[in-house]
């Protein structure tokens, strides 16, 4: 676990073990480091409701001795302020909407877990914004009996609209900075007036909520320096306070400027960084093609048979590690590698490229997804270059027709399983991999130990290699 992962406590109400387990792997490859207790029944969430405090609680919406929807209710019932999100395998979207409105704060499918971190991240920011404005409230309601003096003691923007939106007051704090009048001309000046005009309308339609229908709003927005055009961030929350039978808005506004700005230059970054790394990928895979065609050209001339074989071999592994770059260069994701799909590009073309009869021998692809590193993904394109070319070229002698099968799976423990076979000839009674002289074989076996995996040679001829991504994985759930 990495020393900068955020702490997690985590309530799953889930009865099946694998299911836990896959979402708190989720959760701590998204970069938390997770505290969990597992729960399937009212008794034992209630026990630990009372005894441990939570950030989050995930649920299943179905189990055989508890539900979803009560443990909702139970939540509810507890007075705690927690997010609440559902993830089941069967809800539908009708059941989804009612549970959102029964206070649920999310729902996902158990087969679509990447949305979980981001999900979880989004609710845990609203439970925050939510205590705050429970805060906030409170504060407002201590400060009707405040002092002039203590309010503009607050540490940040404090200020007040009457039912048709203009100021009452605003605190000394940056007052004349940022809406550029002094106290005794700021009353009866519209709110709406030292607004950001892009902001105006979002804004506006909040304090109309505020001033008819009370509640609490939260909004960002900015606010122009001296009537503008120079403007800067607010992080601004308005609730309404009734004095006289008359509504009026109290609001505080917390300086975000520089978070703000600092976001803009931190994007800008992140935006440059996958340019050049787009461009990178891009050359390469443009000169291991210029690579590719010096080699086509030169197996052309009248060389020996062997000596062009070798020459077509080398194109193949060129070609294999050209289409990774390519991968990456139509998906713009550098982190990951859809596995499946670059094996799949990979053995279709050198089949294109190899295969004399295809009516002869038939490729079989069974590719489930997974994904790897880039220093993983090159190994396994080699590898399945290598043991598809070594197949074609020994498999199926003096015509014989069959068919070829490149298998990839990966299991519950996160563990790869890439499997080459065919229906050929098969293997020499004798064969022992580590005593293999030829050049393909040497380099899969020094591939499977760049992948720090293992290799068993089966019957007739198959080879299945199984690593572990370095993808970050959970560890085991405390329930």
Known sequence: MSATAKPLRCLLVEDVEDDALLML?????????VTSECVDTAEAMRAALDHQPWDVVLSDYQMPHFSGLAALELLQASGLDLPFIIVSGTIGEDIAVEAMRLGAHDYLMKGKLA??????????????????????????????????????????????????????????????????????????????????????????????????????????????????PASRWLLMTGRQMVIDGHPFLVGIGIDLTER???????????????????????????????????????????LEPGTKAVLQEMKGRIRSMALLHETLYRTK????????????????????????????????????????????????????????????????????????????????????????SDDG????ADFDLSRANTLGLQLVSDLTRQLQGV?????????????????PRARKTNA
């Open 260 to 302: 703000k700005e600092a976001e803009v230059v931190l994007r800008e970054t992140l935006e440059q960084k996958e340019a050049l790394l787009h461009e990178v990928h891009h050359r390469v895979k443009n000169n291991l093609q210029v690579i590719s065609s010096l080699l086509s050209l030169e197996a052309r001339r009248d």
């Open 25 to 33: 792997r989720q959760l701590r490859s998204g970069g938390y480091d």
């Open 455 to 471: 290799m068993a040679v089966g019957p007739g001829a198959s080879f299945k290699i199984v690593f572990t991504p370095k993808l």
């Open 115 to 228: 949305r979980l971190v981001p999900a979880v991240e989004r609710e845990l920011r609203n439970a925050m914004q939510r205590r705050a404005r429970k805060r906030a409230e409170e504060a407002m309601r201590q400060e009707q009996s405040l002092s002039n003096a203590i309010i503009d003691s607050i540490p940040g923007a404090f200020y007040m609209l009457d039912e048709n939106g203009r100021y009452v007051r605003w605190n000394t704090y940056q007052r004349e900075e940022i809406i550029g009048e002094p106290e005794a001309r700021i009353a009866g000046l519209s709110a709406l007036d030292t607004i950001h005009p892009d902001d105006r309308a979002n804004i506006s339609s909040k304090i109309a909520n505020v001033l008819s229908k009370g509640g609490v709003e939260i909004v960002e927005g900015r606010v122009l320096l001296r009537g503008g």
């Open 425 to 428: 000839i098969g293997l020499p």
């Open 333 to 420: 994701n550098f982190a990951r590698v859809d596995l499946a799909g670059y094996l799949r590009e990979v053995a279709v073309k050198l089949f294109r490229a190899q295969n004399a009869d295809p009516s002869a021998v038939r490729l079989v692809l069974e590719l489930a997804a997974a994904e790897v590193e880039l220093d993983q993904a090159m190994p396994c394109g080699l590898l399945v270059n290598e043991l598809l070319t070594n197949t074609l070229k020994h498999g199926f002698p003096d015509g014989r027709h069959g068919e070829v099968r490149l298998g990839l799976q990966q299991t519950a423990d996160g563990r790869v399983h890439l499997q080459v």
